[in-house]
C-alpha cells in the first residue's frame, strides 16, 4: 500500500494524491470497480486539481462504474466532509470543503449500501502540469 500511495503521489507533474475506500461493496471486486471508476474520472481529477468540492462528479463517477448499489445508502466523503448522503448531494459547507482541498493528499470515502466488499484506491489530480510532462515526450 505504501508503495502504491508513493508511485501516484509522485506521479509527474501531479500536484494532489487522491485515495478512495470504497465500503459497502457486493463485494471486494466491486468495490475496487467502483474505486477506480472515481479515482480514474479525468472529471474528478480536473476538481480534485481546481480544489472544487463537486459532489455530482464524484456520485457520477460511482454510478458509471455500473457496480450494484442502494441509491438510498450511499453516502460519499470528501476531505472529511459528507458531500453525498442517501444517493443525493447533501448539504455542506463547500467554503470549508473547498479549503481541505488544498491538502496534497485528498480522501474520499464511498459507502454503497448493499455488502461487506471494500478496497482501497490511489489516484492523482490532472493539471496543466501533469499534461504538459506528458504532452511533451513520446515512449
Known sequence: MDLARRIVGEAEGSSKTLVVHVSGASDDDSARAAGRALAGSLLVKTALFGEDPNAGRLLQA???????LDPA????????????EGGVVAAFDERRCREALKEREVAVRVELGVGEGEATFFGCDLGYEYVRINAEYRT
Open 73 to 84: 445508502g450511499v453516502r460519499i466523503d470528501l476531505a472529511g466532509h459528507r458531500v453525498v
Open 62 to 68: 460511482v454510478g458509471a462504474a455500473g457496480e450494484v
